[in-house]
């Protein structure tokens, strides 16, 4: 019973590189969605999707870019690491974007650009 | 969203209850109250939510007032485990973003 699956958990970036974090969901739930968490600041909505072939905008969106393919997969995309997304950021699904059931969160991916 | 307000920290010896207070005087009438949890640098884990009615489940029960603007998070019998920092967020629900609003939280601390 995996439920939100993350990788890596820890990922050190040089500033300019570019890579993916990975989020992985057996749930068959259609929304999914990434928040990343600063200290003192809350989680902080990034992009979500409501379906495959379906995203939008969170609330803090830029430099980052996500898809979704597949129902189990919404990876998502630093183009060029900053150091001001030095962050821990999690992954969540849940079955809908409409109904009241919860989302379900990852563990986690804590990345750190120098 | 209603915005909720909740002690910054409460301490709770092991095996009592642990009765942790939430206020959101401005919720409106379709917003649902969440209670989640994070233990260390774990992610946000789902503990219970509610509309209006007294909910129980295998982790906790909630309390919510007959005006809806508070709600008490119950667990029964508290553990070492069970210390975390304890979120209270009520949200509509509708189209698009299922944005969680996660405040500061109640940092729980069980005592042996």
């Known amino acids: 019973n995996a439920g939100v699956t993350q990788t890596p958990k820890f990922q050190v970036l040089k500033t300019g590189q570019s890579m993916t974090l990975q989020c992985a969901q057996d749930m068959n739930h259609e929304y999914m969605s990434w928040y990343r968490q600063d200290p003192g600041m809350g989680l902080r909505l990034i992009h979500y999707?409501?379906?495959?072939?379906?995203?939008d905008q969170g609330e803090v969106p830029n430099g980052y870019n996500v898809s979704r393919s597949t129902t189990e997969d919404f990876p998502l995309r630093l183009l060029s690491a900053a150091p001001s997304q030095t962050s821990v950021y999690f992954c969540a699904s849940s079955y809908s974007g409409t109904d009241n059931q919860p989302q379900h969160f990852g563990d986690g991916t804590r990345l750190s650009i120098l | 969203d209603a915005k909720t307000t909740q002690p910054p920290s409460m301490d709770c010896a092991e095996g009592r209850a642990a009765n942790l207070p939430c206020n959101h005087s401005t919720i409106s009438g379709n917003e649902y109250v969440y209670w989640y949890r994070q233990i260390h640098s774990q992610g946000p884990q789902y503990i219970i939510h509610g509309l209006k009615n007294n909910e129980t489940n295998e982790m906790a029960s909630l309390i919510i007032t007959e005006d809806r603007k508070s709600s008490t998070l119950i667990l029964p019998h508290a553990t070492l485990r069970d210390t975390a920092v304890y979120y209270c967020i009520v949200r509509v629900l509708g189209q698009g973003a299922q944005k969680l609003v996660f405040g500061q939280g109640t940092r729980l601390t069980i005592n042996p």
């Open positions: 999707s409501v379906g495959a072939g379906i995203t």
